[in-house]
């Protein structure tokens, strides 16, 4: 088999070249990492776990009517994307007190804010992501006004959608971070997407009973079980089969190579042309 170019090496993700023009290979890695990578390791089946949760995700959003990058699943750790052109702009919406917050401000962590909070982080990693504000975002040209409310918009659909869907099952939505990328139409026109990954690595979720946490901070603050805690929200998901995968701190490989592929049929219909960046932004129509 020829060896696949790779476009990104990320710390939990490898982006590779796609089948065909303006389509992504993106493989999701065993990886942990925390504190901009200081804090790293490998954990069995955590690549698996949030390639799973992550399509099934994304294509639940698209039917809400939220673009989104995903195309399908191809195997137990790959999906097919579509190409999109980054903003580097990471958007937090908080719903609870917890993380950054609570340092910087001197929240107790558990306190049920009042109206969730938007917050923008400058994708550095060299910077360690620094926060920014939308005058930050607009005058270094990462993004428009226009492009950056509408971005805000999208994200708090995103927040109502999957707060009731977590609720549903018995988790609650702390926080969570979203990437966004720009691609265009058959016509030039300018769509937004979702893009990266929706998954309990970049969502703070807690059991909506006894506020167990079910996210990547069990490896922030040393809780261990993290692939555990996935597994427990792909199964409140209903994306494994009983039993999970995950067994004596590894993973089966023949039940998670046999799991169900996802399909965004909705993203099929959408016709787009192989990602080119013109010297100016056209206005989407």
């Avoid at 805000?152 to 869907?165: A, I, K, Q, T």
């Avoid at 998954?199 to 506020?211: H, I, M, Q």
């Avoid at 555990?228 to 994306?239: D, F, I, S």
Wanted: proline letters at 4%.
């Amino acid at each position: 088999m020829s060896k696949r170019k790779v476009i990104y090496d990320g710390k939990a993700k490898t982006i590779y070249e796609g089948p065909e023009p303006g389509t992504l290979i993106q493989y999701f890695k065993d990886d942990a990492t925390a504190f901009n990578a200081e804090k790293h390791a490998l954990i069995s089946g955590k690549g698996v776990l949030n390639n799973r949760i992550s399509a099934h995700l994304m294509t639940q959003l698209e039917a809400i009517g939220i673009p989104t990058h995903f195309m399908k699943s191809l195997n137990m750790r790959e999906q097919l994307v579509r190409e999109v052109d980054i903003i580097p702009i990471e958007v937090v919406i908080r719903n609870i007190a917890a993380g950054s917050l609570c340092k910087r401000l001197g929240l107790k962590e558990g306190t049920v804010l009042p109206q969730p909070i938007v917050e923008f982080y400058y994708k550095k990693d060299e910077l360690g992501d620094p926060m920014v504000n939308e005058n930050h975002i607009v005058t270094f040209g990462w993004s428009d006004p226009y492009e950056l409310e509408e971005i805000v918009g999208m994200s708090f659909r995103v927040n109502d959608y999957l707060n009731g869907l977590f609720a549903g099952i018995g988790l609650r939505l702390v926080d969570f971070k979203l990437e966004f990328g720009r691609i265009w139409g058959e016509y030039g026109e300018l769509y937004l997407m979702l893009a990266d990954e929706v998954s309990p690595d970049n969502c703070r979720l807690w059991d909506a009973k006894t506020n167990e946490k079910m996210d990547k901070d069990r490896f922030r603050q040393d809780l261990g079980g993290l692939a555990e805690a996935y597994q427990q929200v792909a199964q409140r998901l209903g994306l494994l089969p009983h039993g999970g995968i995950i067994d004596g701190g590894g993973i089966n490989e023949q039940l998670a190579a046999g799991l169900e592929e996802i399909e965004n049929e909705l993203a099929k219909e959408r016709r787009l042309r192989e990602l080119k960046r013109p010297k100016s932004k056209p206005r989407k129509v």
